[in-house]
């Protein structure tokens, strides 16, 4: 049980060419300690059954008025907005910048929600228009990192998965590795590589979820700076 705090949960998914990876995480506060537990991932083949998780979850699709549900439109970017578009759900986009400054000056791992036209041969007009929001790909594998890392007084971990979640999911989850780097002017700095970047798919989902975290204050990544310069290695 999670208690405390109603769960916020999010639907986060990765495009393929004729499938898609879904990751469905519950997150709360319990007793002032954030927590976070799978609740189900999916590799399935249709926009449908991408309804039928969504629906089973009570999650709301209300597009640009609000959703929980995102996906990943870095490939064929232009067919997965018009999906997103039609079912009220968002997009994401995963860039190479550190941070992105807001309008209220603070930089965040995320950007302001960019309102995408989508054009022509929508036959629903309120689908016309789509939420697409970038985000920081190396600070969203920076914060899964750090929270993967952190355990509760009891010695249990914050980030959880079920022991059934299956060799793929953990495989996929593992596939980005962290290591130490040294700056032309000696300074090191942490990064990221990918050992497995054709089967890293569940990983995107959960990057996203670091995101979706992130947007509903849940997680300590607003308005600082990049890790890389936080965290120098000694």
């Known amino acids: 049980e999670t208690g405390g705090d109603e769960p916020i949960i999010f639907l986060t998914t990765d495009v393929q060419k004729d499938h898609y ?28 059954q991408i309804q039928d998780l969504a629906d089973k979850w009570q999650l709301v699709q209300n597009g640009i008025r609000g959703s929980r549900v995102f996906l990943d439109g870095n490939y064929n970017t232009g067919q997965v907005q018009r999906i997103a578009a039609e ?19 603070l930089r965040r791992i995320y950007s302001d929600m960019q309102y995408i036209d989508i054009g022509e041969g929508t036959s629903n007009p309120r689908s016309r228009y789509v939420g697409q929001i970038r985000f ?3 600070a969203a594998l920076n914060r899964l990192s750090l929270i993967r890392s952190i355990k509760l007084e009891d010695d249990s971990h914050v980030w959880t998965y079920a022991d059934n979640a299956g060799s793929v999911y953990e495989r996929q989850i593992n596939a980005w590795h962290k290591i130490s780097k040294t700056a032309p002017d000696g300074r090191r700095f942490y990064d990221f590589i ?19 975290a992130a947007m509903a204050g849940l997680v300590g990544v607003d308005g600082i700076e990049d890790e890389n310069n936080e965290n120098d290695a000694e």
Request: proline share 1%; with cysteine; charged share 30%.
């Open 21 to 48: 990876y879904c990751v469905v995480r519950a997150w709360a506060v319990i007793n002032g300690s954030l927590q976070t537990r799978l609740l189900e991932r999916e590799k399935v083949v249709s926009v449908g």
């Open 87 to 105: 079912n009220g759900w968002m997009v994401f986009r995963g860039d190479k910048a550190a941070d992105f400054r807001h309008p209220d000056g």
């Open 136 to 138: 920081s790909k190396n």
């Open 194 to 212: 990918n050992r497995d970047s054709k089967d890293d798919h569940y990983g995107d989902c959960e990057q996203q979820q670091i995101v979706c």
